[in-house]
């Protein structure tokens, strides 16, 4: 037994060792054994015979605060973000030297990075169908260019110019379009002051509630209509959210542009001698400008009808320019040239009519003189726009009108004054205060919503023996323009003019 108990004494005795920052992990340490005993000696309580347990201090740790830690701190390393790169099969073989080892993944990588020919971020892009590739297979893409391609488009706030008052063009709306190929063009032609800009505005951008200060086309001003002027000067430009252009222009055979040149001592171009003969080709310039360019062309007329306006039109659709052919080698017969001629649709909006104009009666009368003037014109002034299908007159059958041309009737924007004078009896005094004013057709607010929607619904034929883009049509628009105005055709028309 007293054997057991001084083995038991033995193994309760206390070991010394050594701190574990003070050894080393690398290298037997004998060496550094005494100087380290010595150097922290006062570090270690307990006997020197070895008896007793040994105790260590907790060690205290000094340092600053974080915020000053932070700003003594070096910055750390940027991380660059990961590339992902795809390479054929034939590609992914690993480059080798010229003794014919291999190079590292590191060294490889290297090269490769001082090359510059990678991008320092992933590109993501995306492609229509028909589409171009927007790089080639030898390059890459730049990764500004990948990134904007899935940007929103910018959201225009008002109209800019496309044709200033000197019938110079403006190059301004190429940084609103996009490279897509749904597109609705839509252009506006009518005599001064019939709500050429209001209408555009109504269909574009803008509701009957808004203030007409922030109309998108700006309105005929008060002062502006005091002294008889006109307000929009060339062609203005819009583009919706829903990919939609429209072009207002500046009335056609307009009396205060006249009276402008006159009044102004404006300097005519030296093949105009005659300011009218000047004033009339500006608007044949413009109508046979939008007969090329524009889907959907919008005929405003405030009342109806003057038969030199039609004229006017069928001179235009004469003197606009030809469709470019698909190429300048390629020659055809003039049937197949006349078979490929684009035409646009045209609408005739008759705006501010009245109650009576709404009588069936005479809403067929209407159709049946539109056709008759325009019975020999190539434009597509029938077939593509229905008042009996927007439910305006639910009593009539679909087979009223013989010839049901492109017609729409808008009636006076609604105001309190007019709502009240039609509730109002021979006395002045509401006799059906609780019950709204009869008025014989819909409100304004309903007409404009279904004429949004024909013209919104229309087909889109191609302008052009290619399909186009939005950038596409505003370079093919530019080149139209250009040839509007150094039309042989228009040149020989205006020294007819005198």
């Given amino acids: 037994n007293r054997k057991s108990i001084d083995q038991a004494e033995s193994c309760l005795t206390p070991v010394t060792a050594s701190p574990i920052w003070n050894l080393n992990l690398s290298e037997p340490g004998r060496e550094r054994e005494p100087i380290l005993r010595d150097r922290?000696?006062?570090?270690?309580?307990?006997?020197?015979?070895?008896?007793?347990?040994?105790?260590?201090?907790?060690?205290?740790?000094?340092?600053?605060?974080?915020?000053?830690?932070?700003?003594?701190?070096?910055?750390?390393?940027?991380?660059?973000?990961?590339?992902?790169?795809?390479?054929?099969?034939?590609?992914?073989?690993?480059?080798?030297?010229?003794?014919?080892?291999?190079?590292?993944?590191?060294?490889?990588?290297?090269?490769?990075e001082k090359e510059g020919q990678r991008p320092t971020q992933p590109v993501y892009q995306i492609q229509n169908r028909g589409m171009g590739s927007a790089a080639s297979s030898a390059g890459n893409v730049d990764p500004v260019v990948g990134q904007a391609k899935l940007m929103p488009p910018q959201k225009m706030k008002h109209c800019i110019k496309l044709v200033d008052e000197y019938m110079n063009w403006c190059d301004s709306a190429i940084e609103y379009l996009l490279d897509q190929t749904d597109v609705l063009v839509v252009g506006v032609l009518g005599l001064q002051g019939t709500g050429k800009s209001t209408i555009m505005s109504l269909l574009s951008a803008n509701s009957p509630e808004d203030d007409q200060r922030s109309f998108v086309f700006r309105m005929q001003s008060q002062e502006v209509r005091e002294r008889a002027g006109n307000q929009t000067s060339g062609i203005d430009f819009f583009i919706s959210q829903e990919r939609i252009i429209?072009?207002?222009?500046?009335?056609?055979?307009?009396?205060?542009?006249?009276?402008?040149?006159?009044?102004?001592?404006?300097?005519?171009?030296?093949?105009?001698?005659?300011?009218?003969?000047?004033?009339?080709?500006?608007?044949?310039?413009?109508?046979?400008?939008?007969?090329?360019?524009?889907?959907?062309?919008?005929?405003?007329?405030?009342?109806?009808?003057?038969?030199?306006?039609?004229?006017?039109?069928?001179?235009?659709?004469?003197?606009?320019?030809?469709?470019?052919?698909p190429s300048h080698e390629s020659s055809s017969s003039s049937g197949s040239d006349e078979a490929m001629e684009y035409y646009p649709h045209m609408v005739f909006l008759q705006n501010k009519a009245k109650r009576e104009d709404f009588c069936p009666l005479n809403l067929k009368q209407m159709h049946t003189v539109i056709d008759k003037l325009m019975m020999h014109s190539r434009l597509r002034y029938k077939g593509t726009l229905s008042m009996l299908d927007c439910n305006i007159f639910p009593g009539l059958p679909y087979d009223f009108l013989e010839s049901e041309v492109n017609l729409f009737l808008i009636p006076t924007m609604d105001t309190d004054t007019d709502e009240t004078m039609s509730r109002a009896g021979s006395g002045g005094t509401p006799l059906f205060s609780l019950l709204p004013g009869y008025k014989g057709h819909p409100s304004f607010h309903a007409m404009i919503s279904r004429l949004r929607s024909q013209i919104t619904s229309m087909s889109r034929p191609q302008l052009s023996h290619t399909i186009l883009t939005e950038k596409n049509w505003f370079h093919y628009a530019a080149r139209i323009w250009d040839g509007v105005k150094k039309s042989s055709a228009l040149s020989e028309y205006s020294r007819l003019l005198g």
């Fill in 246 to 325: 429209f072009l207002d222009t500046q009335p056609i055979l307009s009396p205060a542009i006249l009276d402008h040149l006159i009044n102004n001592d404006r300097k005519l171009p030296p093949e105009y001698n005659l300011p009218h003969t000047y004033v009339e080709m500006q608007s044949l310039q413009i109508a046979a400008f939008l007969f090329t360019v524009c889907h959907v062309v919008i005929f405003v007329q405030d009342w109806f009808t003057d038969f030199n306006l039609y004229r006017f039109l069928q001179t235009a659709e004469m003197l606009k320019p030809s469709t470019p052919s």
């Fill in 40 to 112: 922290d000696q006062d570090r270690w309580d307990g006997n020197e015979d070895g008896c007793g347990y040994t105790i260590q201090k907790t060690p205290i740790i000094l340092s600053k605060p974080a915020n000053e830690r932070a700003k003594s701190a070096p910055a750390p390393a940027t991380i660059e973000k990961p590339i992902v790169l795809m390479k054929a099969r034939e590609d992914s073989k690993p480059a080798s030297t010229a003794e014919g080892t291999a190079l590292p993944p590191t060294a490889a990588m290297a090269k490769v």
